[in-house]
């Protein structure tokens, strides 16, 4: 094509939780290849990434997808380095050994969708509430589903995107969705929570929708609050495994409790209660099949023999996932 589109995707430095920031390069003669994508530069100083005496910060290309949704475009997830080069303080994917496949991630991404007028989740009436939990999930009919049509053409937006996007279910409180999201490696896991984050928030955007990834977004209420649960293997718990070894993984996450929470989201302490499916945020434990505990080990796994993944669900909705990732891969590794 003559020229392209190119939709640069980075976090900005907004503490303590980033949200997403994107801007459109034409280019000419553009080949599709990542490798063709050049640097960019931003005005940290209107992102909380820099000062205004000194506001330039980069973007570097890490991934592209074709933009299903335009035209001659692509989105291009980018991290943030500072002038000189070097990453910068908020760029939490350079964190990760780009190059370690070794472990696999699955996030399950859940989200509340948000009627601006009222600030409440889609199916809220004004001032008040619907019925109670226990139709919403995995729901179908206009008195539980909320928001569909948004969240139907974001999945078909991701796989026309080319994102390794898994499912989509109606979660547990009215308004509230989930997505999962498989690849085999932190960095690209991270790349495609993020994209996928972009196209749900593009998407909500085009109806008049607001995203919110807020851990508790509806407060001390009997209302489940949001996860990004973890799903994680490495190559000796695919192919060795082992009830010895799964439970040394296990009990290593014990000792490393607060080290999980800092680069766990943002406010969780109001979602893990110890109600609600999860386990309370000063506690620790692990269990076959177990929701409310902190790890939970999938009876699949148990069923294969010891081989396969373990589930983290203490994440929260507005986690980093590439944080998340490399906390995981660093606690796992002293297991052995």
Same mark, same amino acid.
């Given at each position: 094509?003559?020229?392209?589109?190119?939709?640069?995707?980075?976090?900005?430095?907004?503490?303590?939780?980033?949200?997403?920031?994107?801007?459109?390069?034409?280019?000419?003669?553009?080949?599709?290849?990542?490798?063709?994508?050049?640097?960019?530069?931003?005005?940290?100083?209107?992102?909380?990434?820099?000062?205004?005496?000194?506001?330039?910060?980069?973007?570097?290309?890490?991934?592209?997808?074709?933009?299903?949704?335009?035209?001659?475009?692509?989105?291009?997830?980018?991290?943030?380095?500072?002038?000189?080069?070097?990453?910068?303080?908020?760029?939490?994917?350079?964190?990760?050994?780009?190059?370690?496949?070794?472990?696999?991630?699955?996030?399950?991404?859940?989200?509340?969708?948000?009627?601006?007028?009222?600030?409440?989740?889609?199916?809220?009436?004004?001032?008040?509430?619907?019925?109670?939990?226990?139709? $919403?999930?995995? &729901? #179908?009919?206009?008195?539980? %589903?909320?928001? +569909?049509?948004?969240?139907?053409?974001?999945? *078909?937006?991701? /796989?026309?995107?080319?994102?390794?996007?898994?499912?989509?279910?109606?979660?547990?409180?009215?308004?509230?969705?989930?997505?999962?999201?498989?690849?085999?490696?932190?960095?690209?896991?991270?790349?495609?929570?993020?994209?996928?984050?972009?196209?749900?928030?593009?998407?909500?955007?085009?109806?008049?929708?607001?995203?919110?990834?807020?851990?508790?977004?509806?407060?001390?209420?009997?209302?489940?609050?949001?996860?990004?649960?973890?799903?994680?293997?490495?190559?000796?718990?695919?192919?060795?495994?082992?009830?010895?070894?799964?439970?040394?993984?296990?009990?290593?996450?014990?000792?490393?409790?607060?080290?999980?929470?800092?680069?766990?989201?943002?406010?969780?302490?109001?979602?893990?209660?110890?109600?609600?499916?999860?386990?309370?945020?000063?506690? $620790?434990?692990? &269990? #076959?099949?177990?929701?409310? %505990?902190?790890? +939970?080990?999938?009876?699949?796994?148990?069923? *294969?023999?010891? /081989?396969?993944?373990?589930?983290?669900?203490?994440?929260?909705?507005?986690?980093?996932?590439?944080?998340?990732?490399?906390?995981?891969?660093?606690?796992?590794?002293?297991?052995?």
């Amino acid at each position: 094509m003559s020229y392209a589109k190119l939709e640069y995707i980075w976090l900005d430095g907004y503490k303590p939780t980033q949200t997403l920031r994107s801007k459109t390069k034409v280019v000419h003669n553009f080949s599709g290849n990542l490798e063709d994508c050049p640097m960019w530069s931003f005005d940290g100083s209107s992102t909380e990434q820099a000062e205004g005496s000194s506001s330039d910060c980069l973007l570097k290309p890490v991934a592209i997808y074709p933009d299903p949704d335009r035209e001659f475009s692509y989105l291009v997830m980018t991290e943030v380095l500072n002038a000189d080069g070097t990453p910068h303080e908020s760029n939490g994917r350079a964190s990760i050994d780009e190059d370690d496949v070794d472990f696999w991630f699955g996030f399950e991404q859940e989200y509340f969708l948000i009627d601006p007028e009222t600030n409440l989740p889609l199916g809220f009436p004004a001032g008040g509430y619907p019925a109670p939990q226990g139709p $919403y999930y995995c &729901g #179908v009919g206009g008195k539980s %589903a909320y928001g +569909r049509e948004i969240i139907e053409e974001h999945l *078909d937006l991701c /796989l026309k995107a080319g994102l390794n996007i898994e499912g989509i279910n109606a979660e547990v409180a009215a308004g509230q969705w989930e997505f999962q999201i498989f690849a085999k490696g932190a960095a690209q896991a991270g790349d495609e929570i993020w994209v996928g984050r972009y196209l749900i928030e593009r998407t909500a955007e085009k109806y008049g929708v607001a995203v919110d990834y807020h851990p508790k977004p509806l407060g001390d209420t009997d209302w489940n609050g949001s996860g990004m649960h973890a799903n994680f293997s490495n190559g000796k718990m695919r192919n060795e495994g082992g009830e010895a070894y799964f439970k040394a993984v296990c009990e290593a996450f014990g000792n490393f409790i607060q080290e999980h929470i800092d680069v766990y989201g943002a406010d969780n302490h109001m979602r893990l209660t110890g109600k609600h499916e999860t386990q309370s945020i000063d506690k $620790y434990s692990y &269990g #076959v099949s177990d929701r409310g %505990a902190s790890i +939970r080990i999938p009876v699949g796994t148990v069923e *294969d023999g010891w /081989l396969g993944r373990l589930e983290d669900r203490r994440p929260a909705s507005n986690a980093d996932p590439y944080k998340v990732a490399a906390r995981i891969i660093k606690t796992v590794r002293t297991a052995g």
